[in-house]
Nanobody
Framework: QVVLVESGGGLVQAGGSLRLSCAPSGRTMSNYGMAWFRQGPGKEREFVAAISRSGITTYYADSLKGRFTISRDTAKNTVYLKMNSLKPEDTAVYYC???????????????????WGQGTQVTVSS
């Protein structure tokens, strides 16, 4: 019933930037904690960032702090992931995830989320 659609992925050179977007279909995002995960070739799904329903509280993978920024726009009902200084190791399919209610559990764990998008490919060339 809740469909998340990611967009903004593509091919960029190392050092470049991208901004990913995630928009729900049919429901407002205001009652959902949101997150981004990624999965590179042959790797497990990895936590990237999360944001509370209010947008006040954010969480990041330690290795990505300073390069990635998560935000949300209530008016546009959209969550974003701004990625700067991209590296080849950032190459992955990036997934948007939503959790009903507050983010009071381990936000790094994929299984706590209720809805997932189909993903958008980000490829960083060297």
């Amino acid at each position: 019933q809740v469909v998340l659609v990611e967009s903004g992925g593509g091919l960029v050179q190392a050092g470049g930037s991208l901004r990913l977007s995630c928009a729900p279909s049919g429901r407002t995002m205001s009652n959902y904690g949101m997150a981004w995960f990624r999965q590179g070739p042959g790797k497990e799904r990895e936590f990237v960032a999360a944001i509370s329903r209010s947008g006040i509280t954010t969480y990041y993978a330690d290795s990505l702090k300073g390069r990635f920024t998560i935000s949300r726009d209530t008016a546009k009902n959209t969550v974003y992931l701004k990625m700067n200084s991209l590296k080849p190791e950032d190459t992955a399919v990036y997934y948007c995830a939503a959790k009903v209610g507050p983010l009071i559990t381990d936000v790094r764990t994929p299984t706590v989320y209720d809805y997932w998008g189909q993903g958008t490919q980000v490829t960083v060339s060297s």
